[in-house]
């Protein structure tokens, strides 16, 4: 008898321990899978450009999960990921006169600034969250060339992009965009 309740006793602490993590998860997904690092520069620079923070957020987290000095295998810089040709147009749209550098792309500040006005701008284009993050990932050129091959876009639209990277990225940062609404806005 005495086995049997330590076994049950056992058995209870387990199932409790069941419990406990199903209904905290959301708190761990909120504090170490969906992080809000950089909030006040994310938040007023959404403001300045009208643009979810939500999905500046999931770029962040899907470009170097909160890195501010990562740097891809192609050379793009700092939490948004932004390649030395994309920085040089945003620069000259922004008639950012401040001094400037691609080297500056390390500092979260300058970053989220120059990338979400390019992202922002993606949105005006597209007009569909799905190809301005393929745009921001793949460049407007490919994002122009699939939309005006009628084999590829519908209804002036895509729905699968004819680049499984993309396609990947796309989904990456779409499903983050929505995790974090689902966490957050609320």
Known sequence: MGNTVKIFSVMLIIVALIIAV????PEFEKKF?????YADKV????????IDKYLIF???KTESNFNENATSNVGARGLMQIMPDAFDWVKSKLKDERGTTF???YIAEYNIEYCTYLLNYLLEKYGKENLA?????????SVDNWLADD???????ISEFPSKTTNHY???VLNAYHSYKNLYDK
């Open 170 to 172: 796309v989904d990456k």
């Open 22 to 25: 199903v209904l905290l998860m």
């Open 103 to 105: 080297d500056d792309m």
């Open 33 to 37: 899978i969906y992080k809000l690092d």
């Open 58 to 60: 999931a770029v962040i």
């Open 133 to 141: 993050v393929a745009a921001y990932h793949a460049g407007m050129t």
């Open 43 to 50: 938040e007023e620079t959404a403001k300045k450009y009208d």
């Open 151 to 157: 084999s590829i876009a519908k209804d002036g639209g």
